[in-house]
Nanobody
Framework: QVQLVESGGGLVQPGGSLRLSCVAS????????MGWYRQTPGKQRELVAS???????TYADSVKGRFTISRDIAKSTVSLQMNSLKPEDTAVYYC?????????????WGQGTQVTVSS
């Protein structure tokens, strides 16, 4: 089993910055992708950013140029630096990990961390 523990959420004013971190522990194997999703009440969870084992990054259009995802393979961590935050970035942010064992994909989620952007 894999556990993901997020940290770094909180309240920030518009234009401010936050850094989210996620640490993976447990039976970690063949991690292929780590990333961040977010969800607001009544809406589907959406991809914010992801990074593959090869270092390829993907960002939602709404965060390009403002958010940066990074990963420390040795420490099994993924971070999301969020700059120039907007009220519409307010959401619960979830860490996500996808691993491959043979031909079977496994997906794990963190418990979520609240990010609130408000003056």
């Amino acid at each position: 089993q894999v556990q993901l523990v997020e940290s770094g959420g909180g309240l920030v004013q518009p234009g401010g910055s936050l850094r989210l971190s996620c640490v993976a522990s447990g039976s970690i194997f063949s991690i292929r992708v780590m990333g961040w999703y977010r969800q607001t009440p009544g809406k589907q969870r959406e991809l914010v950013a992801s990074i593959t084992s090869g270092g390829t990054t993907t960002y939602a259009d709404s965060v390009k140029g403002r958010f940066t995802i990074s990963r420390d393979i040795a420490k099994s961590t993924v971070s999301l630096q969020m700059n120039s935050l907007k009220p519409e970035d307010t959401a619960v942010y979830y860490c996500n990990l996808k691993a491959l064992r043979g031909v079977v994909w496994y997906e794990y989620w963190g418990q979520g961390t609240q990010v609130t952007v408000s003056s």
